[in-house]
C-alpha cells in the first residue's frame, strides 16, 4: 500500500540532490531557475509543519542570493 509513496519520496530525494548539486557545485544559476525555486518554495507553504519551515528557509535564501542568479542568456 505505501510502495507508491516510498519510490515517489524516494525519486523526489533523488531530484533535490541534483538540483542542490547544481546550483551549489556547478554555480548553474540562471533567471528561470530563481523563479521555479520561488515557485517551489511557495508550493512548500501548504505542507505544514515542515514544508512550511523549508519553504521560510528557502524564500530567505533566494531573497538573499538573487543577484548570483543571472539574467535572460547570462549562465553565471
Known sequence: MLKPIVVGFGLFMLGIMFL???????KYRTSWLFWT?????FLLLFIIP????????GLMTLGLN???FGSKGRVT
Open 20 to 26: 542542490l548539486i547544481s546550483v551549489t557545485v556547478l
Open 50 to 57: 515542515i514544508g512550511t519551515l523549508f519553504a521560510f528557509i
Open 37 to 41: 525555486l520561488i515557485f517551489y518554495s
Open 66 to 68: 538573487r543577484k548570483k
